[in-house]
């Protein structure tokens, strides 16, 4: 009787770290994938377009507004980037309420397409959350840090003529 509840304790315990280390190993792929059409959008994320007049250069304008928050980029050509923000040793350190907004992690997708820029800004962090009221704050952290980098991609079209 003993051992049947070790082994299946066992076989939980081997299942949850399986699990684990497989959500890990995804991450990691995307974060080093750098072909945008395979990203899928996150659970916590927000989608923006933009009208823009003249493309040329607006990308290159974005990253130069985000240069100073240290953004990991691992694309960029003249119509389409890909940034990470992540310092998720702060994030663990302090716990998630308590990191500034411009610390959270984050990834962010910007394309040209047809005189329209679209923004996607999702969520980077590693650990999901299951419980109803950890969802509402985790979904109103991010919120917030989106708004954050939103502010300051809509800051870098001051020379750019867009509709908001």
């Not at 650990?127 to 840090?145: D, H, L, N, Q, S």
């Not at 939103?150 to 800051?155: P, T």
Request: overall charge positive; proline content about 3%; cysteine-free.
């Amino acid at each position: 009787m003993f051992i049947r509840l070790l082994l299946i304790s066992l076989m939980i315990l081997l299942f949850y770290f399986g699990y684990k280390a497989s959500e890990k190993i995804k991450r990691k792929k995307e974060k080093s994938n750098s072909d945008l059409k395979l990203l899928k959008p996150r659970k916590v994320g927000i989608i923006k377009e933009y009208k823009i007049q003249n493309s040329k250069d607006i990308i290159q304008s974005i990253i130069n507004a985000l240069e100073e928050h240290n953004p990991r980029i691992i694309r960029s050509t003249e119509d389409e980037a890909l940034i990470y923000f992540s310092d998720s040793g702060e994030t663990k350190y302090k716990g998630m309420v308590n990191t500034p907004d411009e610390k959270m992690p984050v990834r962010i997708i910007l394309k040209v397409r047809s005189k329209v820029l679209s923004v996607q800004l999702d969520e980077d962090y590693e650990k999901p959350m299951f419980v109803r009221t950890g969802k509402k704050i985790f979904r109103e952290k991010y919120i917030k840090a989106f708004n954050y980098y939103l502010n300051i991609i809509e800051s870098s079209f001051d020379r750019f003529e867009t509709d908001y």
